[in-house]
């Protein structure tokens, strides 16, 4: 079950919520690479849909595919700590995804092939979410939606303007928590750039206070289901 992006005009935002779910649904249903047979649950996002702010890591770990929710080992409570220093919170103030939905056997690499069938997923969560700013966990996302071979160390806290799924977007490339956790300086570049997100945001948010036009999708339809739990997390 593939996504398409087609340029239209923008929808709503009780619109978006309901593609969002739709969207759930098309990821937990998905089989387009070996991934999705090895996987315990899918790991779709968490947090504020409506959120201009925007995490992007690289794939599941174990306890995320035990939970089916992103960032909740301890590079998710890092994560936490992080956000609370800057006085924001990931329910509220965030959308956290990855850009495989899959954890890879024994947390390797995400392959290329798994990064292109999951893709889509992540540039439809960009039009439906909306974010300002999106900040890029680690080599895999910050490549990915630069476009650029660059890794991490040499871009890290440095803003880029980008469009991302026909967006303008503010890509704020960041070291992954996991690797911080690793490495106490690594950790200490990572709170500086933190530190830096508030005033991103509000820059971003005065350049740029109208809606833009976003693009939509064209998916199987999701059957009628009872909202999953972490739906709730929606917020």
């Given at each position: 079950?593939?996504?398409t992006?087609?340029?239209?005009s923008?929808s709503?935002k009780?619109?978006?919520?309901?593609e969002?779910l739709?969207?759930?649904?098309t990821?937990g249903?998905?089989?387009?690479c070996?991934?999705g047979s090895?996987r315990?649950?899918?790991?779709f996002g968490?947090?504020n849909a409506?959120?201009?702010?925007?995490?992007?890591g690289e794939?599941?770990?174990?306890?995320e595919?035990?939970q089916?929710r992103?960032?909740?080992?301890?590079?998710?409570?890092?994560?936490?700590e992080?956000l609370?220093?800057?006085?924001m919170e990931?329910?509220?103030?965030?959308w956290i995804?990855?850009?495989?939905?899959c954890?890879p056997?024994?947390?390797r690499?995400?392959q290329p092939?798994?990064?292109?069938?999951?893709?889509?997923?992540?540039?439809?969560?960009?039009?439906?979410?909306?974010?300002?700013?999106?900040?890029?966990?680690?080599?895999?996302a910050?490549?990915?939606l630069?476009?650029?071979?660059?890794?991490?160390?040499?871009?890290?806290g440095r803003p880029?303007e980008?469009?991302?799924a026909g967006?303008p977007?503010?890509?704020?490339?960041?070291f992954?928590p996991?690797?911080?956790?690793r490495?106490?300086?690594v950790?200490e570049?990572l709170r500086?750039d933190?530190?830096g997100i508030?005033?991103?945001l509000?820059?971003?948010?005065?350049?740029r206070?109208?809606?833009p036009v976003?693009?939509t999708v064209?998916?199987g339809?999701?059957?009628?289901?009872?909202e999953?739990?972490q739906?709730g997390?929606?917020?």
């Amino acid at each position: 079950m593939k996504v398409t992006l087609e340029a239209v005009s923008s929808s709503t935002k009780d619109e978006r919520r309901e593609e969002l779910l739709a969207l759930y649904h098309t990821v937990g249903a998905c089989r387009e690479c070996p991934l999705g047979s090895l996987r315990t649950n899918a790991v779709f996002g968490m947090g504020n849909a409506d959120a201009d702010l925007m995490f992007v890591g690289e794939a599941p770990g174990a306890e995320e595919d035990r939970q089916g929710r992103p960032f909740v080992g301890r590079a998710g409570k890092l994560l936490d700590e992080l956000l609370a220093e800057i006085g924001m919170e990931r329910r509220r103030d965030a959308w956290i995804c990855n850009v495989l939905k899959c954890r890879p056997p024994g947390n390797r690499d995400p392959q290329p092939e798994e990064i292109e069938q999951c893709k889509p997923y992540l540039m439809r969560q960009v039009q439906l979410v909306r974010p300002l700013v999106i900040c890029t966990l680690g080599n895999f996302a910050t490549k990915l939606l630069t476009g650029s071979s660059t890794g991490i160390t040499r871009v890290r806290g440095r803003p880029q303007e980008r469009e991302i799924a026909g967006l303008p977007v503010t890509l704020y490339p960041l070291f992954h928590p996991a690797a911080a956790l690793r490495t106490p300086s690594v950790l200490e570049q990572l709170r500086q750039d933190f530190a830096g997100i508030p005033d991103l945001l509000a820059r971003t948010r005065a350049a740029r206070p109208a809606e833009p036009v976003l693009a939509t999708v064209a998916a199987g339809e999701a059957d009628p289901a009872p909202e999953p739990p972490q739906l709730g997390l929606f917020g």
